[in-house]
């Protein structure tokens, strides 16, 4: 092992990993709680702050204490997403449930894609919370309507939209399962905050699993009509559904679950099983 593979794998599994993973556990069930209220005002016709991940970044920083908490959560999703990374480059030495290559490229996307709101958490915390909110929407537009203009670009939009729908889809399944469990040391506490936490990760994967499939389902939209106003982010995908016909409940639904998988996360950063330290820290001495 090289000086520098030693060095990373060492911080992975050192005295300080299991702390920051917990704190970007949390960091990310709280995002989602807000994120959650946010989508519960679209419902109600408050359509004042985005309902997406930046909207909630800002909702955070315009708290009392905001600039405290603003740079509490920015540190756990830097938290987050570094095990994420860890995770896809280290497999079980980082998370014990990542046995399968299929967790560590999930672990991958995660990564980045938890790495990208990362950054947007500490440009706000560094502006004080004046930054900018940006579109989730726009951007998906304009990234689909350039792509739009090459050649095939209507069926590569049509992939990716097919793509995100079935990443909604595996969401829904895995909550419906419940196959998240074998991620928790569900021991640790009693039958009914055990039962608590798993139909919380239950609805709250579902939720989800539809918002996904939402976004998808707007891309593909995009792709057959040649329309790349139609392709959304998560605030439009959730505003479309709220104009529709007995949208309102529909979106309630989805925003509680979104709020239910953000307690969930809490109950995740005590309860999440994570890798064995020292054993990890043997395994690195002994080569």
Not at 12 to 36: E, F, K, S
Not at 40 to 65: K, M, T, Y
Not at 217 to 224: D, M, S, W, Y
Request: proline letters at 3%; glycine letters at 14%; hydrophobic letters at 50%.
């Amino acid at each position: 092992m090289t000086s520098a593979t030693h060095t990373v794998t060492s911080a992975a599994t050192g005295p300080w990993a299991d702390r920051l993973t917990r704190v970007g556990l949390a960091a990310r069930g709280a995002l989602y709680i807000v994120l959650g209220i946010l989508a519960l005002r679209i419902a109600f016709g408050d359509r004042s702050q985005p309902a997406n991940q930046n909207g909630a970044l800002q909702e955070v920083a315009h708290q009392p204490f905001g600039q405290v908490l603003i740079w509490v959560v920015a540190v756990g999703l830097v938290a987050y997403a570094l095990w994420r990374l860890a995770t896809a480059a280290l497999g079980t030495r980082a998370d014990p449930s990542a046995t399968k290559a299929s967790a560590r490229v999930k672990a991958l996307l995660e990564g980045i894609g938890y790495g990208i709101v990362a950054v947007a958490a500490v440009r706000i915390a560094a502006s004080s919370g004046s930054g900018g909110q940006g579109s989730g929407g726009q951007r998906a537009q304009g990234v689909t309507a350039k792509v739009l203009e090459w050649p095939a670009g209507s069926l590569l939009v049509a992939v990716a939209g097919a793509l995100i729908v079935g990443a909604g889809l595996y969401l829904a399944v895995e909550g419906w399962r419940a196959d998240f469990t074998k991620e928790l040391a569900l021991g640790k506490v009693g039958p009914t905050l055990r039962k608590v936490a798993v139909q919380l990760g239950r609805f709250g994967r579902i939720a989800r699993g539809a918002a996904f499939a939402l976004i998808g389902g707007l891309i593909i939209a995009a792709a057959v009509t040649y329309d790349p106003a139609k392709a959304k982010g998560l605030d439009g995908a959730l505003k479309t559904v709220a104009a529709e016909p007995y949208g309102t409940w529909l979106l309630v639904l989805i925003a509680l679950g979104l709020v239910a998988y953000g307690v969930y996360g809490l109950l995740e950063s005590r309860l999440r099983r994570l890798a064995d330290r020292r054993a990890g820290l043997d395994a690195i001495q002994r080569r």
